[in-house]
């Protein structure tokens, strides 16, 4: 092993990125890469994740791209079965996926309600669920679910989004709490708004005033940029982070302070 590789902080690591394809998933897929880990990108975008699976590849590092829909039970264990069949364990869980549309919740949808519902919190809860035995088997592991600041304190024309990521806080929470026996972390991220092709879909969709509400009410005064989230889950699944479970990490420019 050369001397460059032996110091970084994931070295022979088995990261499990989903939503890996692009945005902050995308981010955080090659920012492990970056540091040694062996990355399984998944998503059920198989082009994007290929080309991301193939920029770490460039670099010199191991990726395997999984077809994963986290809202389906059945995939998130087919795609986690190809997973263990490469490479025999999962060090690290880096929930990523998420998914939202800005609308008032008076006219929002029960169609609505079950994709932001399902992507954001029960995604979470499947990957984890099919996960952690594997951890626990190992004496080991580390699970960095992305939450929001909206899960904080609210988001106007997100209602529903806002209490998914309410939800991730909270079951982490209980989680950590959970495993912390079997040697387990289990942290969150709260991004605040981050630039990345969820977020201009929105702008897009007509919504950039509110974006710039939400910017000027940020004491920083900007977007977050996908690569500085990833470098909080990296810390937070790092062992930099050795003694800290069941917290929450903003990464919102000060949007909220607790």
């Known amino acids: ?93 880096a929930n990523v996926a998420g998914w939202d549309r800005i609308v008032p919740f008076v006219e929002s949808t029960e169609e609505l309600w079950d994709r932001v519902i399902g992507v954001n919190f029960r995604g979470t809860l499947a990957t984890c669920h099919a996960v952690l035995p594997l951890m626990i088997e190992a004496g080991s592991g580390t699970i960095v679910n992305t939450a929001s600041e909206a899960g904080r304190s609210g988001s106007s024309g997100e209602a529903v989004y806002s209490g998914t990521k309410g939800a991730v806080i909270a079951f982490t929470k209980a989680l950590a709490r ?14 605040g708004l981050t630039d990345t092709p969820l977020l201009q879909g929105m702008i897009a969709e007509g919504h950039q005033k509110l974006v710039d509400a939400i910017v000027k009410a940020t004491p920083l005064r900007r977007l977050a940029r996908a690569e500085e989230v990833a470098d909080a889950v990296l810390f937070l699944a790092s062992g930099r982070a050795s003694f800290i479970t069941g917290q929450t990490l903003g990464v919102g420019g000060g949007l909220v302070m607790v």
Not at 8 to 18: G, N, R
Not at 178 to 189: C, F, K, L, Q, S
């Open 1 to 93: 092993m050369r001397e460059e590789e032996a110091r970084m902080e994931f070295s022979e690591q088995v990261v499990l990125v989903t939503g890996g394809a692009s945005g902050i998933g995308r981010a955080v897929s090659l920012a492990f890469a970056a540091e040694g880990a062996r990355v399984v990108v998944a998503d059920v975008d198989s082009a994007g994740a290929e080309e991301v699976a193939s920029k770490a590849e460039a670099a010199g590092r191991e990726a395997l791209v999984v077809r994963m829909d986290v809202t389906d039970t059945a995939s998130v264990r087919g795609a986690l079965d190809r997973a263990v069949s490469m490479w025999g364990r999962i060090d690290v869980l």
């Open 178 to 191: 959970e495993v912390a026996r079997h040697g387990i972390r289990v942290n969150a991220v709260a991004p």
